[in-house]
């Protein structure tokens, strides 16, 4: 059983929206504070969002206004919402989880959702 398990992407234009789902598995502590990244063809992974055990959000300049982080502690879940999406979005998105929040001090990444974005 994957550790961080990802669900929602696709394909969408533009202006449109998506919802991503990182289900907490086994070792990750409920609260843990997870955060979303994402690699667009040929870039780095970067960082766009994360989310406290008290629903504290961060956002990266790129997203903030247009995406939202939330989370449902009995689920065990950690969502991403994407509104007014652009090409620009376009990228393989994961959720990860630092060593601090799981049992055993390890970090786990998510398997990665493709979002693509047509213009």
């Known amino acids: 059983q994957a550790q961080l398990a990802q669900s929602g992407g696709g394909l969408v234009q533009a202006g449109g929206s998506l919802r991503l789902s990182c289900a907490l598995n086994?070792?990750?502590?409920?609260?843990?504070?997870i955060s979303w990244f994402r690699q667009g063809l040929g870039n780095q992974r970067e960082f766009i969002a994360r989310?406290?055990?008290?629903?504290?959000?961060t956002y990266a300049d790129s997203v903030k206004g247009r995406f939202t982080v939330s989370r449902d502690h009995e689920r065990k879940k950690v969502y991403l919402q994407m509104d007014s999406l652009k090409p620009e979005d376009t990228a393989v998105y994961f959720c990860?989880?630092?060593?601090?929040?799981?049992?055993?001090?390890?970090?786990?990444w998510g398997q990665g959702t493709q979002v693509t974005v047509s213009s």
């Open positions: 989310i406290t055990e008290t629903h504290t959000a």
């Open positions: 086994g070792n990750v502590y409920g609260d843990a504070t």
């Open positions: 990860y989880v630092g060593g601090s929040g799981t049992i055993y001090g390890f970090e786990y």
